[in-house]
């Protein structure tokens, strides 16, 4: 079985689309001997060094991306012969032929139903291009119960919808020692949808010694919001490496995610997985998947977040996590998926 894989997240996010295509390439490419892999993606990038893989550069004119996904992957793809393509992010694959199985993996529908907290450009994208991605779809993947009943509910697929949870692990180098002092960590992209303003106030209507430190890439809508990090109680770190959110991840008190909605939360589980209780709020995704492992809180609940963190820092050990998943298993069960297409 020939699966190719459209890889440009690698190439251009940090955020968890990246970590989540990242991690299960690897996996993909260790646990599986039996099945041919390729992968296509934009640019130069040594993650992608001994494996089968194409680059098909993003057109630096206007519609060059049109172009690129509509009509250079496709031709790419029809040469490749392939059996099975997945697209890691939402839109796609498009205009392959009828024997070429098409998976896709979608992380959440809140384009569609926050598009309050998105730009014009991915609401656009989304409304005209989501729909018949699904449609189209022989297999949806999701990491959520959640989003699999968002899609059921407003989008009736016909391809079968496949839940796999994500995972987290960690770095092979953790820096040493703790260059900071005692703090409350966020980390995530800085945009609207995250509700860091509302973690903001609670933390400032709070007569702690900790500082809070903010760490993730600047996101979009976040004018008002930059300028409420500029407190001297908090420190904004901006885009991280791995090796740095590991250190922050593993000398925090507390880690704390008021996203509004989600449809996995990968740092929660990054931080569980580093032994640190976790404030979590309810929203999407974030109750099924954490309500047995964090403090949980409705998204907009200010007092209720001040409580809870409160007593993390009280009784810091009030919370047994259990096992974490892994990326490996996470391959595996896609692979198992896409197998089971395949012979279907």
């Known amino acids: 079985m020939h699966i190719v ?21 690897e996996n993909l490419v260790k646990l599986d001997s039996q099945n041919k892999y390729t992968f296509i993606h934009s640019k130069d990038n040594g ?40 697209e890691p992010c939402h839109i796609g694959p498009f205009r392959l032929p009828k024997n070429v199985k098409r998976v896709v993996t ?27 991605s699904i449609k189209k779809a022989d297999l ?30 960690k770095p092979e180098r953790i820096p040493f020692g703790n260059p900071y002092p005692p703090y409350l960590l966020y980390i995530g992209t800085i945009e609207p949808r995250k509700n860091i303003e509302t973690l903001i106030d609670a933390f400032l209507e709070l007569d702690i010694k900790e500082k809070l430190i903010i760490a993730g890439q600047s996101g979009w809508k976040n004018e008002e919001l930059l300028k409420k990090l ?16 590991a250190q922050l991840y593993k000398n925090a008190k507390a880690f ?12 929660p589980l990054e931080a569980l997985s580093y032994g640190v209780p976790v404030i979590c709020s309810s929203g999407g995704s974030l109750k099924e998947v954490f309500q047995d492992q964090a403090l949980m809180f409705s998204p907009k609940d200010k007092e209720k977040l001040k409580k809870h963190i409160q007593a993390v820092l009280k009784y810091p ?28």
Do not use: C, M
């Open 106 to 132: 979608i992380h959440d529908l809140t384009s569609i139903l926050f598009p309050q907290f998105h730009t014009t450009r991915n609401k656009l994208i989304h409304k005209l291009l989501l729909k018949r």
């Open 230 to 245: 500029k407190h001297p109680r908090i420190l904004y770190k901006g885009a991280v490496t791995e090796e740095q959110k």
């Open 317 to 344: 050990q009030n919370r047994q996590h259990k096992k974490i998943n892994t990326w490996e298993n996470t391959a595996k069960e896609t692979l198992e998926a896409l197998i089971n297409l395949q012979i279907s």
């Open 47 to 86: 993650f992608f060094s001994g494996q089968n893989h194409y680059i098909v550069p993003r057109g630096n004119y206007p519609g060059g991306e049109s172009v690129r996904r509509l009509f250079k992957i496709p031709r790419l793809i029809r040469r490749l012969d392939a059996d099975i393509v997945l």
């Open 140 to 169: 949806i993947l999701t990491p959520s119960e959640t989003t699999k009943n968002d899609i059921e509910n407003l989008y009736a697929p016909k391809g079968k919808i496949k839940v796999v949870p994500l995972a987290a692990n």
């Open 5 to 25: 894989i459209l890889a440009d997240a690698v190439d251009n996010q940090n955020a968890g689309i990246h970590v989540y295509t990242k991690n299960l390439i």
């Open 256 to 267: 704390i995610y008021p996203s509004i909605y989600e449809g996995f939360g990968l740092p």
